[in-house]
């Protein structure tokens, strides 16, 4: 009676197997899953569901992990979402092109006047009335936008502080020991040096560019264009600089350690194999089975941490992209017509808002490939065993 299910075992199709295999992976992935606890950084989901959630698709946390195995949304959604959230914001900051265009035409006419009568006064004065509401507008755009980028900085900054433990744990029960311990201390780095960087040197040197380049296009006797560019420049050229030396360092680093756990996996493999008498093969195929549902797991929690760090850069993104582009548009179309010192100085606040919100995402960027490199590189041991 014994003998009977280990007979009908070979019987059974490869594909009753395969699908065996699968259900056993994924319980034991669903289990590893459900023991760990992920509130420290799934949290930050319920905040950007709270403030985004009409422009997001309807994603519990448990649906935010099962993203590697069965996708709950279409492409469609996010695409719906984002272009809501665009034309959402383009409505609520319509006042900025109203405001723009009316200081403009009201520019124009005094400029007109001006030359219709050769009287100094009136242009004096009508410049300096022009100057102060055009700083207005420009000032309180400009806190707007500062405001988003700091407070997305120090947002993403605690949401890799929660994520970095629990991955970094998973990362050493996948078998990745050397990666983990080499990699850590590297990201914290990046992540502290960055957030500094960007909020206490970055941001300011990007403000001081706008107004260096306002108060250019204003006065006729003080000029400032060069050194504003030399900030942007300076600005752009640091955060490049780091983003290569960074993400240089911790390709080759997480490479070279993600090999050597996976030589020191398979000569641990062998040995239990070939060493341990007569469960020495059991042992290491169970092992083995362990280790790619850990990944999986591993793999699960950093695309899904991956998600919810682009998700809390994207919609501050696309914020100032659409304050930056009104001030674009309002520069183009009152080029022909309007007050040139005027319309120079809009254009120069785009630009300015334009590097602001590069400096952002180049920030994210490293973020999201530390998360990224990490959840490739540590994939290296289980191909080499």
Same mark, same amino acid.
């Given at each position: 009676?014994?003998?009977q299910?280990i007979? &009908?075992?070979?019987?059974?199709?490869?594909s009753?197997?395969?699908?065996?295999v699968n259900?056993? =992976?994924? /319980?034991?992935v669903n289990e590893?899953?459900?023991?760990?606890?992920?509130?420290a950084?799934?949290g930050?989901?319920?905040q950007?569901t709270?403030? $985004?959630g009409?422009?997001?698709p309807?994603?519990t946390?448990?649906?935010l992990l099962a993203?590697i195995f069965?996708?709950?949304s279409?492409?469609?959604?996010?695409?719906?979402g #984002?272009?809501?959230f #665009?034309f959402h914001?383009?409505?609520? /900051?319509?006042?900025?092109i109203f405001?723009?265009l009316l200081?403009?035409v009201i520019g124009s006419? %005094?400029q007109?006047?001006q030359?219709?009568?050769?009287s100094?006064? =009136?242009a004096s004065?009508?410049s300096?009335?022009m100057?102060?509401?055009?700083?207005?507008i420009?000032?309180e &755009?400009v806190?707007?936008?500062?405001? *988003?980028?700091?407070?997305?900085v120090?947002?993403?900054?605690?949401?890799m *502080?929660?994520?970095?433990?629990?991955?970094m744990?998973?990362?050493?029960l996948s078998?990745s020991v +050397?990666?983990?311990a080499?990699s850590?201390?590297i990201?914290?780095?990046i992540?502290q040096?960055?957030? *500094? @960087?960007?909020? $206490?040197?970055?941001?300011p040197?990007?403000? %001081?560019?706008?107004?260096?380049?306002i108060v250019?296009t #204003?006065?006729?006797?003080?000029?400032?264009?060069?050194?504003?560019?030399l900030?942007r420049q300076?600005g752009m050229?640091?955060?490049?600089?780091? =983003?290569m030396?960074?993400?240089?360092i911790?390709?080759v /680093?997480g490479v070279?350690?993600s090999?050597?756990?996976?030589v020191?996996a398979?000569?641990v493999k062998? !040995?239990?194999?070939?060493?341990?008498?007569? !469960?020495?093969?059991v042992?290491a195929?169970? +092992?083995?089975?362990?280790l790619?549902?850990?990944?999986?797991?591993k793999?699960a929690v950093?695309?899904?941490?991956?998600?919810?760090l682009?998700?809390? =850069?994207?919609f501050?993104a696309?914020?100032?992209l659409?304050?930056?582009?009104?001030y674009?548009?309002?520069?183009?179309v009152?080029e022909?017509l309007g007050?040139?010192?005027m319309?120079?100085a809009?254009?120069?606040?785009?630009?300015g808002l334009?590097? @602001?919100?590069?400096?952002l995402?180049?920030?994210? #960027?490293?973020?999201l490939?530390?998360?990224?490199v990490?959840l490739i590189?540590?994939n290296?041991?289980?191909?080499i065993r």
């Amino acid at each position: 009676m014994s003998a009977q299910p280990i007979n &009908s075992q070979p019987n059974n199709p490869p594909s009753d197997l395969n699908e065996q295999v699968n259900a056993q =992976v994924n /319980q034991q992935v669903n289990e590893q899953l459900d023991g760990q606890n992920h509130e420290a950084w799934l949290g930050f989901w319920d905040q950007l569901t709270g403030v $985004y959630g009409e422009y997001l698709p309807s994603l519990t946390k448990h649906d935010l992990l099962a993203l590697i195995f069965k996708p709950q949304s279409s492409i469609a959604e996010w695409f719906s979402g #984002i272009l809501r959230f #665009i034309f959402h914001e383009v409505a609520e /900051q319509a006042h900025i092109i109203f405001w723009l265009l009316l200081l403009l035409v009201i520019g124009s006419i %005094l400029q007109t006047l001006q030359q219709s009568f050769s009287s100094s006064g =009136v242009a004096s004065v009508s410049s300096v009335a022009m100057t102060g509401l055009l700083l207005m507008i420009v000032i309180e &755009s400009v806190q707007t936008c500062v405001t *988003y980028v700091n407070e997305t900085v120090d947002l993403m900054a605690d949401f890799m *502080y929660a994520l970095l433990p629990l991955y970094m744990a998973m990362l050493t029960l996948s078998g990745s020991v +050397t990666t983990a311990a080499a990699s850590h201390p590297i990201l914290l780095f990046i992540v502290q040096f960055s957030h *500094y @960087l960007m909020q $206490y040197f970055l941001v300011p040197l990007f403000v %001081l560019s706008i107004l260096l380049d306002i108060v250019d296009t #204003i006065s006729i006797s003080f000029r400032t264009s060069k050194m504003a560019g030399l900030c942007r420049q300076v600005g752009m050229w640091l955060l490049g600089v780091v =983003v290569m030396i960074y993400m240089s360092i911790f390709s080759v /680093q997480g490479v070279t350690t993600s090999v050597t756990d996976g030589v020191g996996a398979k000569t641990v493999k062998t !040995i239990a194999g070939q060493f341990i008498p007569f !469960i020495g093969k059991v042992v290491a195929d169970t +092992t083995d089975l362990l280790l790619a549902s850990t990944v999986l797991a591993k793999n699960a929690v950093g695309l899904a941490g991956a998600l919810v760090l682009g998700i809390m =850069v994207l919609f501050p993104a696309l914020k100032i992209l659409v304050i930056a582009f009104m001030y674009r548009i309002c520069a183009v179309v009152m080029e022909p017509l309007g007050h040139p010192g005027m319309v120079q100085a809009v254009d120069a606040v785009s630009k300015g808002l334009f590097h @602001l919100c590069g400096a952002l995402v180049l920030v994210s #960027i490293m973020f999201l490939l530390g998360i990224v490199v990490l959840l490739i590189v540590s994939n290296i041991p289980l191909m080499i065993r």
